[in-house]
């Protein structure tokens, strides 16, 4: 299987206008699509009929998790019911299996790397804050479990590793994703990662137990010397 993922369309249709005319490429290009969260701007519904009205152009199937911008305008639900309406597979701490590849998704949350993780001490609204990155890690476990196939692919849109957000400034890494993430890849094993996230970031990245995680974030790869709409990645 030959997958195309992108993340962080943050759409509006001026902004995808640049990007239509690539995009209508990834049929011919790839077997699926990833979109790995931020897929509007302002989370709100008019929005998503915008991009729908795109992306089923594409006739191309589709997996996909929300991001934070998915959420700002607390009608998360609304967008989830009508991505699936058009034949969207949205991942949210459930999984997918399509040939004999698996994708497990969660939109993930941050908290930071390693040592430096924020842990549930102190105060109660920073318990609530590790709990609420502790979930999206749960759910991730639950969604890995439930997949038979042999090889699984995880979708988030917060990062899972440290590697792929420097090039950010330093100070953000622990609000660009969480360890915990990739603590529960390497525990159920996956043969790769794909997030969004950090736009100024690094492409590639691995965790400790060696599975590559790649960020698709759009403006990461329209940063690159030869400007992508989507990285292309074989099974």
Do not use: C, W
């Amino acid at each position: 299987m030959r997958i195309a993922a992108t993340a962080d369309l943050h759409f509006s249709p001026q902004s995808y206008d640049h990007i239509r005319e690539a995009m209508s490429r990834v049929r011919d290009e790839a077997d699926l699509l990833i979109i790995a969260g931020d897929l509007t701007n302002f989370g709100k519904i008019d929005e998503m009929h915008s991009l729908l009205n795109a992306l089923v152009r594409l006739r191309i199937p589709i997996v996909a998790v929300l991001g934070n911008h998915d959420y700002e305008s607390n009608e998360e639900q609304q967008l989830m019911r009508l991505m699936v309406d058009e034949g969207i597979k949205v991942l949210d701490g459930s999984s997918y299996e399509r040939d004999g590849i698996g994708f497990a998704g969660v939109k993930g949350f941050f908290g930071g790397y390693g040592r430096g993780a924020l842990t549930s001490f102190g105060e109660p609204a920073v318990k609530a804050f590790v709990q609420a990155g502790i979930d999206e890690a749960v759910k991730l476990e639950k969604a890995l479990s439930q997949l038979r196939t042999e090889k699984r692919i995880v979708v988030t849109h917060y990062s899972p590793v440290r590697d792929t957000v420097v090039g950010e400034p330093h100070e953000i890494y622990p609000y660009l994703g969480s360890s915990r993430l990739s603590e529960v890849m390497d525990r159920f094993g996956a043969v790769m990662a794909v997030h969004g996230h950090a736009h100024h970031g690094a492409l590639d990245g691995k965790t400790t137990g060696g599975i590559p995680v790649y960020n698709v974030a759009l403006p990461l790869l329209q940063g690159l010397p030869e400007p992508k709409v989507y990285r292309l990645l074989d099974i």
